[in-house]
């Protein structure tokens, strides 16, 4: 006899997307959306541009006061956003000019 489980539909998207590959980039691309929200308005509008690239988040911020304040919380930064998108998809975060 044959047990079946039922599943929800989120939890057969979410197995679908990891068979496929297509977890990680959809990930990736929530962590550079979830950016101006987990950030707040201020530091979005200060933000001038969001880039993922091998688990690395590349932030340009057009003031220099505010990514020396946000270089001292990097580790922060970098959990808050993981915890925005429920997994783990970035492991820095990098600050330009």
């Excluded at 057969?12 to 101006?36: A, F, I, M, S």
């Amino acid at each position: 006899m044959q047990q079946h489980r039922t599943q929800s539909i989120g939890e057969l998207l979410t197995d679908y997307l990891r068979e496929t590959g297509l977890e990680k980039p959809l990930l990736e691309r929530q962590v550079v959306e979830k950016w101006p929200e987990v950030m707040g308005p201020m530091i979005a509008r200060l933000t001038r541009s969001v880039e993922l690239k091998n688990g690395v988040l590349m932030v340009r911020i057009s003031s220099a006061a505010l990514k020396a304040q946000l270089f001292e919380c990097r580790r922060e930064l970098v959990e808050k956003l993981n915890n925005a998108v429920g997994a783990h998809v970035i492991d820095d975060v990098r600050l330009l000019g």
